[in-house]
């Protein structure tokens, strides 16, 4: 586990794009957390450092959105899938064979079943409105490989685990 806090949505968007970085045609980063705990800020900066230039908002009543970047970026949100099949329907797989980069918010269901191997990325509120406590873990081997560089792109908001529990502080 990685932890890690920020201190502004604009902080929340800088972190995703040291992340996105990394991205390989192909990733899975799964977006847990609860209502408003930056999962879409989240994206925003994620898509912001793939080069998207359209507006991203959350996909909540078309379930995807994609975007075009330095890899097509695929923006989902799960909690109004009824059922998995529906992200099956809506061709989800096929946009990962063809390189696409996926970020599922609610994914906690979805994301093994698009890919033995995510990233998983828990947010939470922190102390303040403006602070967020983000666990970044690597499910699988892809990305437990990768886990040395990760660390490194975002050593600028890493804290122990000790200070990541809401609360933790002080
Ligand atoms: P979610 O998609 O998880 O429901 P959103 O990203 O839509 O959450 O909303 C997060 C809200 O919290 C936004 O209004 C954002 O401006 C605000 N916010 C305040 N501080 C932060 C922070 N450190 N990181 C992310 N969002 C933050
Ligand atoms: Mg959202």
Do not use: C
Request: proline letters at 4%; charged letters at 25%; glycine letters at 12%.
């Amino acid at each position: 586990m990685i932890y890690l806090t920020t201190k502004s949505a604009e902080d929340t968007r800088e972190l995703a794009g040291a992340l996105a970085n990394l991205a390989r045609p192909g990733d899975v980063i799964l977006l847990a957390g609860d209502l408003g705990a930056g999962k879409t800020t989240f994206a925003q900066g994620f898509g912001r450092s793939l080069g998207v230039t359209e507006p991203i908002t959350s996909p909540t009543f078309v379930l995807v959105h994609v975007h075009q970047g330095r890899l097509p970026l695929v923006h989902a949100d799960a909690y109004r899938l009824e059922h998995l099949g529906e992200v099956i329907d809506l061709g989800l797989p096929e946009l990962l064979d063809e390189g696409a980069v996926a970020l599922i918010e609610w994914g906690d269901l979805l994301a093994p079943v698009l890919a033995s191997d995510f990233l998983e990325v828990r947010l939470e509120m922190g102390v303040n409105d403006d602070e967020r406590r983000l666990a970044l873990r690597a499910v699988g081997a892809g990305w437990a490989a990768r886990l040395r560089s990760l660390g490194s792109a975002v050593g600028r908001w890493r804290i122990t685990d000790g200070d990541w529990a809401p609360g933790g502080h002080e």
